[in-house]
């Protein structure tokens, strides 16, 4: 009968050493996941920062050119005035009102008359 109870226990004994070693390649495996899982952690964190700097950089750049253009209009201290910004246009569109009569007058007087 000490035969057959030594079977039976070096049954269980292998059975264990199998499921020893299938837990260890469980346990090798979700530390090969968790140590890619960090790695892209890692690397997405950094993705975020170079972004958050970006954005960083461009709110900057956003704030010096509202400044200018506020200085530009007169919005602010020693800006141009409002009123020398409207003549400008009244100017610009005078401009381009008589190019463009002087075009018309050129490109009309040149046509033969029949």
Known sequence: MSTSRDRVEDTYERQNDQRLDDLHTKIRTLRGVTT??????ERQNLILDDT????TS???TLTQSSRRAAHAFGLTAGGVKSWRVAIYVVAAFLALWITGKIWWWWSASGEPTA
Request: hydrophobic fraction near 40%; glycine fraction near 8%; charge should be negative.
């Open 58 to 60: 461009f709110a900057n």
């Open 52 to 55: 958050g700097n970006t954005f």
């Open 36 to 41: 890619d899982i960090h790695d892209d952690v």
